[in-house]
């Protein structure tokens, strides 16, 4: 973290138990980011807290770090802590960052998430976890079979809590929520802080204290953005040629549908490209053994819809294409967020057809910053269109006026 000297905050001033700041050191983390400088202060009083920060802030350290400090062992057969993750991709990197770790060899933690079968995850819960990260349908499940008991339960983390609401996980929550004691410390976690969110703050937390490192800004500052002017029949020409300037180490590709997602990874494939396509209609193993394989690098480019665009982590992405411009400009956000993690640089390009320009005013508007047009030859979006059967003269396209009267009319 910087604090108000800009003097970071190293672990040795956290008070941490040295088995945890062996983990630390081990795992390579020199200084604390500025959400756990902040948080993890806060939450070793024991109170209630909400965390303002993006995945790749150290957010997940961040709140694993108090509860594994407090820690003394005790009851090791029923669950102390939980944490509820909006995703299983989610899910399973807590899990990884849970064991990298881990204070003790006695501290263990099982992921628990739907899509996977039971087995596994039953046997962990038999022999007793002290630490359970789980989606909560997964989690109510187990509730519901007599396999899980949050009885004890003193530690409850509501991760992307905006993102879980907004799948729909708030009747889930709740019921959860309902077989944990009152009297336990909850940390809720999200980018955002909607009406909704701040609800379930007020009906779960107790005074709670905000901490926010508005992650959202330093991130997106850190990423070099452009966008290219381009006409839809010739993304995929585009996309290659720029794979073959860039050269990216590790790419992602956000495309709106899973078939789009599907066709373009085939006909990159074409091209020799070590590539995969990943979206929801995946089967779960499927998706697991793609991230590995796109972690290990055996793959350097993901073809994702926006299933994919919140929560993953994975460092070393230098390059993420908005092939398709997304839905929602909030997800932009997302997207590129997938880069330039933990201060490294990234870079963000954003496909933009000629009738586009609003949208990207919009985004531009949602990140407080105008992107840069890149202009890569032999790709100017200005093919002249055929001259007009009529005598009437060719309309003229209208220009499109963005922030402070900024005319965009280049982009049409
Ligand atoms: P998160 O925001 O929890 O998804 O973390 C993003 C990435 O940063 C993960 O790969 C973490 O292992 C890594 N990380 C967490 N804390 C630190 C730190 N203090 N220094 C360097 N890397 C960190």
């Known amino acids: 973290m ?7 905050t190293k672990f040795e001033d956290l008070n941490l138990i040295p088995p945890l700041l062996q983990a630390v050191k081990r795992v390579g983390y020199k200084v604390a980011s500025p959400i756990q400088a902040q948080l993890i202060p806060v939450a070793a009083t024991g109170a209630d807290v909400i965390g303002q920060a993006q995945t790749g802030t150290g957010k997940t350290a961040a709140y694993l770090i108090p509860f594994m400090n407090a820690w003394r062992g005790g009851d090791l057969k029923k669950p102390q802590a939980i944490v509820l993750a909006p995703t299983r991709e989610l899910a399973i990197q807590v899990g990884e960052e849970a064991v990298k770790l881990s204070p003790s060899k006695h501290f263990r933690s099982a992921v628990i998430y739907g899509g996977a079968g039971f087995g596994l995850q039953n046997q962990q819960l038999a022999e007793g976890r002290t630490l359970i990260v789980g989606t909560p349908g997964r989690v109510l499940d187990h509730i519901g079979r007599g396999t899980l008991q949050l009885d004890k339960v ?66 997106v500052d850190r990423i070099d953005q452009s966008y290219i002017t381009v006409d839809e029949d010739r993304k995929t020409e585009l996309l290659l040629k720029l794979l073959a300037t860039d050269n990216p180490r590790q790419c992602i590709i956000f495309v709106e549908r899973k078939r789009g997602c599907d066709n373009l990874a085939r006909q990159l494939k074409r091209h020799k490209i070590r590539c995969a396509a990943i979206h929801g209609d995946l089967q779960q193993n499927m998706r697991e053994r793609i991230m590995a394989a796109f972690r290990d690098g055996r793959i350097s480019v993901l073809i994702a819809t926006d299933v994919m665009s919140r929560g993953i982590d994975v460092s070393g992405i230098s390059h993420i294409v908005n092939y ?89």
């Open 154 to 219: 003193k530690y409850l983390v509501l991760d992307e809590a905006d993102r879980m609401l907004d799948i729909g996980f708030r009747p889930q929550i709740e019921r959860i929520l309902k077989t944990i004691t009152r009297d336990r410390q909850t940390l809720l976690m999200s980018a955002t802080l909607p009406a909704d969110v701040l609800k379930l703050t007020e009906r779960y937390m107790r005074n709670p204290v905000h901490v926010n490192v508005s992650p959202e800004v330093v991130t």
């Open 2 to 8: 910087t604090t108000e000297e800009n003097i970071p």
């Open 324 to 412: 398709d411009l997304p839905n929602d400009n909030e997800n932009y956000v997302h997207r590129i967020g997938r880069t330039g993690r933990m201060g490294a640089d990234g870079k963000a390009i954003t496909f933009v057809m000629p009738d586009e320009g609003e949208v990207l005013t919009e985004i531009e508007m949602t990140i407080n910053k105008i992107i840069p047009a890149r202009i890569v030859e032999g790709f100017e979006a200005f093919r002249p269109k055929a001259p007009p059967k009529s005598d009437e003269p060719p309309k003229q396209s209208l220009p499109v006026y963005g922030r402070a009267g900024r005319k965009y009319s280049n982009r049409l």
